[in-house]
């Protein structure tokens, strides 16, 4: 095949962890005889300083022509006191919009090697095995009205949680086919007893369900749901709810693998003619701009976000599972990164890429 991939390394470590990813991709070209071309565009922070803005009209052009676009975190501390137009964040926000991918999906995965990287009991993370689907282009970050106004006392802001029946709908489904390759069950998060929005998501959630005869369907308010993550994270196969829950749901989940830097996820939209979904990875952690540029950043999550583009946006289920088969290889070797607690001296970023790329071949 013919794998055309966008690379937006964004800021802090974002470039460093998606070097890796991208090394590793080539591996996977070469092994499995793929032609990868690869384009690289401006995204967050780093697009801000060089073209004004966190999202350069050239880059939603080449994102809009490559078959997947594969991302670093964006953000930097200096930002943070910037006009939300002016943020690196406002970048991600848009380009999701203009793929018009609309399920974020998060595996949480606890590896037999980290276990004790967990700051949970071994017991209760042991074998915790999930996919976080989170809706993506509604809720509270993209309604309307918002902003802030009013002066003195009288300042307030806004923002606005709003869903239509059939954004509900889109979502639901796709976590509902997802379930039946895995363990046959998804449990829905709302906060339906105070919440109108909610209230239409459960209901919507329901209509859908009796298409899906053979998943189990159960419901959780989104504050037991945070509580079950910590105390039985093996109930849950596919975990499904809104932008802004799925947001602090997912990165709660991070904890139960050991380490944010282990955590992929795939923004996914509609299929495109060829049959392969309109995908944006990225690593689920932040840029860490405090360890940037010091080859210390776990580059796992960036390159099992690579599996997911494998998988997802080109049918490659082969590839990923020998991507996936390759860290888990690296992570029994103890041969990791700092954040993963090795016995001995910890690897570099690089190190860890070139481990993996060894272990693909």
């Given at each position: 095949m013919n794998l055309k991939v966008l690379i937006l390394p964004?800021?802090?470590?974002?470039?460093?962890?998606?070097?890796?990813?991208v090394r590793v991709l080539q591996t996977v070209a070469r092994k499995f005889n793929h032609d990868l071309t690869l384009t690289e565009g401006l995204l967050g922070g780093v697009a801000i300083h060089k073209t004004g803005t966190p999202l350069p009209e050239e880059t939603?052009?080449?994102?809009?022509?490559?078959?997947?676009?594969?991302?670093?975190?964006?953000?930097?501390?200096?930002?943070?006191?910037?006009?939300?137009a002016q943020r690196p964040e406002r970048g991600l926000l848009g380009i999701r919009k203009i793929l018009g991918v609309f399920a974020n999906l998060r595996p949480v995965r606890t590896y037999a090697a980290l276990i004790d990287s967990s700051?949970?009991?071994?017991?209760?993370?042991?074998?915790?095995?999930?996919?976080?689907v989170r809706e993506l282009t509604g809720g509270i970050y993209y309604g309307t009205p918002r902003g802030i106004s009013g002066e003195g006392d009288e300042e307030r802001a806004v923002n606005t949680m709003a869903y239509t029946r059939a954004e509900i709908v889109r979502v639901t489904r796709m976590a509902f086919n997802l379930a039946r390759a895995?363990?046959?069950?998804?449990?829905?998060?709302?906060?339906?007893?105070?919440?109108?929005n909610s209230q239409l998501w459960r209901r919507v959630v329901c209509e859908v369900a009796p298409e899906f005869p053979d998943v189990q369907l159960d419901h959780l308010l989104v504050d037991n749901a945070a509580m079950q993550l910590v105390l039985n994270p093996r109930r849950f196969d596919v975990l499904l709810t809104e932008n802004m829950f799925g947001d602090i749901l997912s990165d709660e989940g991070a904890v139960l693998a050991g380490s944010i830097g282990m955590l992929p996820s795939a923004s996914i939209g509609d299929r495109k003619p060829s049959g392969a979904w309109v995908?944006?990875?990225?690593?689920?952690?932040?840029s860490a701009p405090d360890i940037a540029g010091q080859n210390k950043a776990n580059p796992l999550g960036a390159i099992g976000s690579a599996a997911a583009l494998l998988e997802y946006s080109f049918g490659l289920k082969r590839e990923a599972d020998a991507v996936s088969a390759a860290m888990e290889k690296v992570l029994n070797s103890g041969n990791v990164t700092a954040d993963l607690r090795p016995k001995g001296t910890p690897a570099t970023t690089e190190q860890v890429g070139q481990a993996v790329c060894a272990a693909i071949e």
């Open positions: 964004g800021d802090g470590i974002g470039a460093e962890v998606t070097r890796e990813a939603s052009k080449l994102a809009l022509e490559a078959d997947a676009t594969l991302m670093g975190a964006v953000g930097l501390p200096e930002f943070d006191n910037a006009p939300p700051p949970l009991k071994n017991a209760l993370v042991e074998g915790t095995d999930m996919i976080i895995r363990r046959r069950k998804v449990t829905s998060v709302d906060k339906s007893n105070v919440l109108e995908g944006l990875y990225e690593p689920v952690h932040g």
